[in-house]
């Protein structure tokens, strides 16, 4: 279908970097190609270049069995990336120097809070998310939170700015702001297991890659607010957003990886092509 060359339009390397930042924790699903074909179209708009990152960052659930079905799909869908692939769990020595870099400054603190603690501060479940709830800043002040050296088995957040407003123009939702410390807390950049949060590797890869446009679903708008926040503390450029309002199923209920139906793969099985999956997608509703 698509088959525009991304990287040299006129002869000429445009500027615009965009990518794709799929988890490989489950199939794709109509919901993922929406907004990869967002990411596509506006890649190929700027006559840009568009990166595949691989997201492995979760342990338990990331399969590279979904690795390999991810690249299949995306292949089949007629979106072309830029190779090398970027893959997270590859680069943590990166995402531990910039951790460093905000315990030394004074922007991150250890928190020691147990699951529990901390599922006895969220109150009623506010949002139809898998947003990380407010934390109530308990391990905040405590001494060690003065300690430099990142130490195993403990987890560290962010301090925010509490009630600043984090304020920035969506470039396809418009303007946007969240409050610090009310819409979200300090939230967790390195977790007890060793490994970054999705928010720190999300901003260190978007600056190492020098990614213009970070193309995405309107679930993670509060998360730019928040790496809006770290890009700040690490001195590093913000890109432009342009966040793709969600696909819902006929229950107003957010596509998800559980979806099997709606997996690209099943309707790949199924003899649909790529260019009836916006039809699909149109009747579904958007929110
Ligand atoms: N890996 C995230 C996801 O699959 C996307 C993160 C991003 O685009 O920043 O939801």
Redo the contacts with the bound molecule.
């Keep these: 279908m698509l088959s525009l060359p991304l990287r040299y339009a006129f002869g000429v390397t445009s500027s615009y970097i965009g990518r794709l ?3 490989p924790t489950g199939l794709l699903h109509l919901g993922h190609a929406a907004t990869f074909w967002a990411a596509w179209h506006r890649a190929q708009e700027h006559s840009g270049t568009l990166l595949l990152r691989n ?1 492995d960052l979760d342990p338990q659930r990331s399969r590279q069995e979904y690795v390999a079905a991810m690249i299949e799909d995306l292949a089949w869908l007629g979106i072309e990336w830029a190779p090398p692939m970027i893959v997270q769990s590859r680069r943590i020595s990166l995402y531990r120097e910039a951790l460093s870099r905000l315990l030394t400054a004074g922007y991150a603190y250890p928190c020691t809070c147990s699951r529990r603690d901390l599922a006895q501060m969220v109150q009623a479940p506010h949002e139809e998310s898998d947003d990380e709830p407010v934390y109530n800043g308990r391990c905040r002040s405590l001494e060690d939170a003065s300690s430099k050296r990142i130490e195993p088995g403990v987890n560290y957040r962010l301090r925010v700015p509490d009630g600043e407003t984090i304020r920035f123009t969506d470039r396809n939702l418009g303007p946007q702001n969240f409050v610090a410390g009310l819409d979200f807390g300090d939230f967790l950049i390195w977790r007890k297991d060793g490994l970054p949060s ?1 928010q720190l590797a ?1 901003v260190i890869d978007d600056a190492a890659t020098r990614i213009t446009e ?1 193309v ?2 309107a679930d ?1 708008l509060k998360s730019t607010a928040r790496q809006i926040l770290l890009q700040r503390a690490l001195k590093l450029q913000s890109p432009a957003y342009f966040h793709v309002q969600l696909l819902r199923d006929q229950n107003g209920a957010r596509l998800a990886k559980r979806h099997d139906a709606l997996a690209i793969r099943t309707l790949r099985e199924q003899g649909l092509t790529p260019e009836m999956l916006p039809m699909i997608s149109h009747s579904l509703k958007q929110k």
């Design positions: 930042a799929p988890s997201e999705y999300c970070v995405r679903g993670l």
